[in-house]
């Protein structure tokens, strides 16, 4: 069974730390940290749409 736990917040809560957290407890997860420089919100998506249809097979048919 799959599982897509995305997380939203402001700077600084610490949502990079819990999703490392969860990476290490769960091994074969695919930790995809999007907040660079330099992209802006609809490159972001494009680039998370890009990788999830990918890695799921038949999502977005």
Excluded: C, F, Q, Y
């Excluded at 799959?2 to 695919?30: C, E, F, Q, V, Y």
């Excluded at 995809?32 to 097979?57: Q, T």
């Amino acid at each position: 069974m799959s599982l897509l736990l995305h997380l939203n917040g402001p700077p600084g809560i610490g949502k990079s730390a819990l999703a490392a957290r969860w990476a290490d407890a769960h091994p074969g997860t695919l930790l995809l940290d999007l907040d660079v420089g330099g992209l802006d919100e609809a490159a972001s998506l494009r680039a998370l749409e890009h990788l999830v249809r990918r890695a799921v097979p038949g999502w977005g048919a």
